[in-house]
């Protein structure tokens, strides 16, 4: 077992754990935005930054990423201090400038004290706070259909050569590999991919799909691109993925009184 | 030509050397980035044609020297860099030591014949003392060679790039050679390790740790392979170190790569070259395929049991990519973006695989190391900087270029002695070290001796070597912006506090060039400042304030004067500057023909005057006066 | 097989009163997207009870599977088997809600929530499961019996193979799961 000091108190944890991951085991909040359990570290928003040092660096120390940061033994981490809270209102400071419209920013700054930001406004705001998580999830559906294009204040995430939105400027290549599925739009916590479920079918980053219907029933299930991806990514025949889950589990009833019909005959 | 043994390759120096010591005379044309855009090949090539049509006995390939009658000769090759580009294209003759600036074509028979068959001087082509304009015949003679100690650059500008056989002649691949017979690699790498080399490409990262403990990590995970990097990228605006060393001896760098492989059991290495370098990437290339066809790259070099080979990788272009972790990232082929450096690289660098990266000049230091020895280069330089280093001066002095100092070596005498001062007589202000995000240090760090920790110390830093200096026309408020507004854009914009941060930096600073804020916002820069110093993702973010940091701690005056005084005191934030002429003016209305926007009314012999209202400060006016009669206050 | 308890399903018991369907909903009350204090008020059950005739009824529970076709392709690492309770549970935090196991699971045992913005499925309420408590006839049982039925192995008997094979699957295994 290993273990570390975490506000001064002695926690113990497992290898591979991250200094976030001990800390909420251990209910110590740490602000996150750009940190998801289920995807990998971005170390994006910086918001989740603590202190670390040893005993051995002789006063010296670090800020760090919290969710990032490998727990190690005998480290020595403080989630609090005057330093980190001004750094954190900072960087809410700096976002709420970036979206100064966008509700989540607004309640985001509003837990951190910041009526409005101190600092001056983004020209054209849009909703984007450049957190990653779309790009990830995107990236761990397999689809890798968006990115990060361009640098620094210019950057924007959206399929290659694209910009998030429906408004596409003519002669842009529409979404190639995206399959459809949303998951960057429902993972986004400021609701700034937009996308439309409508009687023709879906549409998100520009691009048109069709929604495969439930064989039996008729429910809406997924994009075919969606299904196609599924059986691709997971070696399943393609035949798993035609059905809803509830005709799946009338199928599955009448399987079973099937056999208990049988058995009851034999 | 394949060289299949240690023995056959110390053969062939010996040859080689002795050829190269029978040399009556080389001359060398400098065919760095620099002077090939100002024609460079062109003068080569009239230089050939010329001594071919004359009866001297010239080669161009130092192997043909012997086949000519006997040894001797003259040798004309194109060089690598000379370092003095602002005045090429350059040709040197040795050992006569005869530096010809601004050569032409047409210079060329008059060189061959007077030069090479009379041994005169031919004057005009002479470089000026800036200060006694008096003619200085080469190097020994102008401050700007005489006060530089050439290590890594030795080779820059004497041998031929392109030649394995003068690399060899040069004590080339003798390092490789007594490693291979007589070192253990843990004996090399303890010749690093005691040379106390520091990293050039700019943490100053002591070499020799880096090495030990990717090897140590290497150890641990039996079933990973190490790999080895160059870091060609210097994105710093205004560098050319790297690109020079690359450029004009790239056997150096590869040797280099060669005996840490060697010291480090690595059998893969690669280069990352900045995609905006296509001579250095040529040449690298070729050096490679040279390597190859000898036997000094791949399987069983020389034929002994050490295998190494490399593979070079054209960089996309970004300044964040010179940062490892991006580099790695876009070395797999990933876009390159840092990731958080939890994890030494050594430990889990290139495909999650112990990884050393050292930056060019490192690794073309390494083969003089183990030739000479630890303690050897130990000596030069001061104790916890050892060495050298180049430095690309650039901005306000007399003389520009490529020169390489003894670590400890103070600012003033690069300035002054190898700089030859400050151009137009006028005052030195600062001097910008450590590339965008180093620092600005003023007069009064003039006697600090160079290195690693004193830069630091004194709040800017060594960074790969940039050196840009500014004179009392600079406005400080203006350098900083322009060097966050550079940083801006190439900010990779992963993390917030650099990505907005800069942003918020660049618009601060833009209203203290207006003249605008107060007092407040010198402390909202400063907040922001910490905030990026501390939270931000990798080294760009957070060495980024640097800019603001240096020039508020030494130049806080003058960011006042216009905030408080609307006043910008060097004229140059045009919101705050007026356009005045004086009573000097003569009347010969060369401004009021320069002025785009016709703000400057006046008669022939009759004092002008500019309409502020018109003018945009443009300065075109104060350009072409002949009487120094415009004033900008 | 090992001495864990596990849900057996008597179909023949079943008379289709629905109990179950009510003590799951209110074992699992709804939680609102981005708070984490559960509600009163009941969720969407992840048992249901299926008329086949007047007097036939099928409750159709997660399996549990031994190879679980869910579990396979979820791309978060979200679903992960309990090893106190044998469940294969949603780590909620770790969902990104991209549907691939709802339309995997085989037997249609994996639902969205969309009020949740939240995937669920049968948990073994952490190892108490709420539906065998209330279930009048002994139709749903959570003990340690021994069984000729293993859990399924969906992935494994019919890699390669179409879902019409997988029903065959089914009906061999038979009702009584863990
Ligand atoms: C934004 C950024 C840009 C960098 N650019 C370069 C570069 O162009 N060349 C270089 O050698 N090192 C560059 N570095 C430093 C490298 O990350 C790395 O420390 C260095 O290449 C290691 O080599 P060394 O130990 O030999 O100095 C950069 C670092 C940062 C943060
Ligand atoms: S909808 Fe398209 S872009 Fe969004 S996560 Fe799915 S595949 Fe990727
Ligand atoms: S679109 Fe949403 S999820 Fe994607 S980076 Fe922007 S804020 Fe984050
Ligand atoms: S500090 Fe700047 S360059 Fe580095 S990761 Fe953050 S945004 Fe990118
Ligand atoms: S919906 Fe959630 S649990 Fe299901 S596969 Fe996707 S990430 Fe995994
Ligand atoms: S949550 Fe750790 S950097 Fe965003």
């Not at chain 1, 079918?201 to 520009?206: A, K, Q, S, T, V």
């Not at chain 2, 970004?318 to 972790?325: K, L, Q, R």
């Not at chain 2, 507004?485 to 506090?497: A, H, T, W």
């Not at chain 2, 006043?567 to 060369?590: D, F, H, M, S, W």
Request: proline fraction near 6%; include cysteine; hydrophobic fraction near 40%.
């Amino acid at each position: 077992m290993h273990s570390m000091q975490l506000n001064g108190r002695l926690v113990n944890f497992e290898a591979g754990q991250t200094l976030l991951e001990v800390a909420r085991a251990n209910e110590v909040p740490i602000p996150t935005l750009c940190h998801h359990p289920g995807l990998e570290s971005h170390g994006g928003c910086r918001l989740c930054v603590v202190e670390v040092t040893r005993a051995e660096w002789d006063g010296w120390w670090r800020m760090v990423s919290a969710c990032e940061f490998p727990a190690a033994d005998d480290l020595i981490v403080a989630t609090e201090s005057e330093r980190l809270s001004r750094t954190r209102r900072n960087v809410v400071d700096l976002l709420l400038a970036r979206c100064p419209e966008t509700p989540f920013t607004v309640a985001l700054g509003r837990d951190f004290g910041l009526a409005k930001s101190s600092l001056a406004p983004r020209a054209e705001p849009d909703d984007c706070i450049l957190c990653g998580l779309c790009v990830r999830v995107c990236a761990a559906v397999g689809a890798h259909a968006i990115a990060g294009a361009d640098r620094g204040v210019h950057k924007q995430v959206g399929p290659p050569y694209a910009p998030p939105s429906f408004e596409r400027p003519p002669g842009l290549a529409p979404a190639g590999d995206c399959i459809g599925c949303l998951c960057c739009a429902e993972i986004c916590p400021t609701g700034h991919i937009r996308y439309e479920n409508n009687a023709q079918g879906r549409e998100i980053w520009g691009r048109s799909f069709r929604v495969v219907e439930c064989a039996s029933c008729g429910a809406p299930l997924g994009t075919p691109e969606q299904l196609d991806h599924f059986a691709a990514r997971s070696g399943l025949s393609r035949d798993y993925f035609e059905r809803c889950d509830a005709c799946s589990k009338l199928d599955t009833a009448r399987a079973f009184d099937q056999q208990v019909m049988g058995e009851g005959t034999s | 030509m394949l060289i299949e043994s240690v023995a056959a390759l110390r053969a062939r120096q010996a040859e080689l050397s002795e050829l190269w010591a029978g040399l009556e005379r080389r001359v060398l044309v400098c065919a760095g980035t620099g002077c090939v855009a100002g024609g460079a090949l062109e003068v080569h090539a009239a230089l050939t044609q010329a001594t071919e049509e004359s009866a001297l006995d010239v080669s161009l390939e130092l192997s043909s020297c012997a086949d000519r009658d006997g040894p001797g000769g003259t040798l004309l090759v194109e060089s690598g860099c000379h370092g003095f580009c602002e005045l090429g294209p350059l040709v040197h003759i040795l050992p006569d030591d005869i530096l010809y600036t601004r050569v032409r074509p047409k210079d060329a028979a008059a060189i061959v014949e007077k030069t090479l068959g009379a041994g005169e001087v031919i004057d005009r082509l002479l470089y000026k003392d800036p200060v006694s304009k008096e003619p200085r015949q080469g190097h020994g003679e102008m401050g700007f060679y005489a006060h530089q100690k050439r290590v890594v650059l030795a080779r820059c500008g004497e041998v031929s790039p392109a030649s394995l056989d003068s690399y060899l002649a040069t004590g080339g691949f003798c390092a490789l050679a007594t490693a291979l017979d007589t070192l253990t690699p843990e004996e090399v790498l303890r010749e690093v390790e005691q040379s106390g080399l520091r990293g050039r490409g700019g943490g100053g990262f002591s070499t020799g740790r880096k090495w030990r403990s990717a090897l140590r990590a290497r150890e641990a995970r039996p079933d990973s392979r190490l790999h080895v990097i160059c870091n060609g990228d210097e994105g710093d605006p205004g560098a050319f170190m790297d690109r020079s060393i690359m450029e004009g001896d790239p056997f150096a760098v590869l040797e280099g790569m060669a005996l840490g492989a060697f010291a480090l059991g690595s059998t893969r290495g690669y280069i990352y070259v900045r995609h905006e370098y296509p001579l250095a990437v040529r040449r690298l290339e070729r050096a490679i395929a040279v390597l190859r066809d000898a036997g000094l790259l791949g399987e069983r070099i020389l034929g002994c049991d050490f295998s190494f080979d490399l593979e070079l990788t054209r960089g996309g272009g970004a300044f964040v990519c010179g940062e490892s972790s991006a580099l790695m990232r876009s070395i797999e082929g990933k876009p390159g973006e840092p990731r958080a450096k939890y994890t030494h690289s050594t430990d889990r660098g290139l495909f999650d695989e112990p990884t050393v990266l050292n930056n060019v000049e490192t690794w073309a230091l390494v083969p003089y190391i183990v030739d000479h020895g630890a303690a050897h280069f130990a000596a030069i330089g001061t104790e916890r900087s050892p060495g050298t280093k180049a430095f690309s001066l650039v901005g306000k002095v007399n003389n520009t270029g490529l020169v390489e100092v003894p670590m400890g070596t103070t600012l003033r005498r690069i300035i002054f002695e190898i700089g030859g001062g400050i151009q137009k007589g006028r005052a030195f202000k600062a001097v910008q070290t450590g590339g965008p995000s180093g620092g600005c240090l003023p007069a009064e760090k003039l006697d600090l001796p160079v290195d690693f920790d004193t830069l630091t110390a004194a709040g800017s830093m060594m960074g790969s070597g940039g050196m840009i200096v500014m004179d009392e026309r600079t406005c400080m408020v203006d350098v900083a912006k322009y060097f966050i507004d550079f940083l801006m854009g190439e900010s990779c914009g992963k993390c917030v506090p650099c990505r907005e941060g800069l942003g918020q930096l660049s618009s601060l600073l833009a209203q203290v060039t207006r003249g605008e804020g107060s007092e407040s916002l010198l402390s909202k820069v400063e907040s922001l400042a910490e905030t990026m110093e501390l939270a931000s993702l990798c080294a760009l973010g957070r060495s980024a304030p640097n800019p603001v940091l240096s020039t508020l701690a030494y130049f806080r005056d003058e960011y006042l004067q216009h905030i408080e005084k609307q006043r910008c005191p060097a004229g140059v934030c045009k919101a705050l500057v007026t356009y005045r002429i004086t009573e000097a003016c003569t009347g010969c209305e060369a401004c009021r023909k320069a002025c785009p926007v016709g703000a400057i009314t006046g008669e022939k012999k009759v004092l002008h005057v500019i309409d502020d209202a018109l003018c945009t400060r443009c300065g075109a006016c104060e350009a072409v006066c002949a009487f120094d009669a415009v004033l900008v206050e | 097989m090992s001495e864990a308890k596990r849900l057996f399903v008597t179909p023949g018991r079943c008379i289709g009163c629905r109990g179950c369907e009510i003590a799951c909903a209110f074992a699992h009350p709804v939680r609102r997207p981005g708070g984490h204090r559960p509600s009163d008020q009941p969720g969407k059950s992840r048992i249901r009870t299926f008329p086949m005739s007047a007097e036939r009824h099928v409750p159709v529970v997660c399996l549990q599977c031994e190879e679980a076709a869910c579990q396979a392709v979820c791309p978060t690492g979200a679903l992960q088997r309990n090893e106190a309770s044998g469940a294969i549970e949603v780590l909620t935090e770790r969902c990104v809600r991209c549907m691939m196991c709802v339309v995997a699971c085989p037997f249609g045992n994996v639902h969205d929530e969309p009020a949740m913005r939240e995937i669920v499925k049968c948990d073994l309420c952490g190892g108490d499961p709420a539906c065998a408590k209330f279930c009048p006839t002994a139709a749903l049982e959570y003990a340690v019996r021994p069984t000729r039925n293993p859990p399924p192995k969906p992935l494994h008997s019919v890699a390669g193979g179409t879902r019409g094979q997988m029903a065959g699957a089914v009906s061999t295994t038979g009702p009584s799961v863990r």
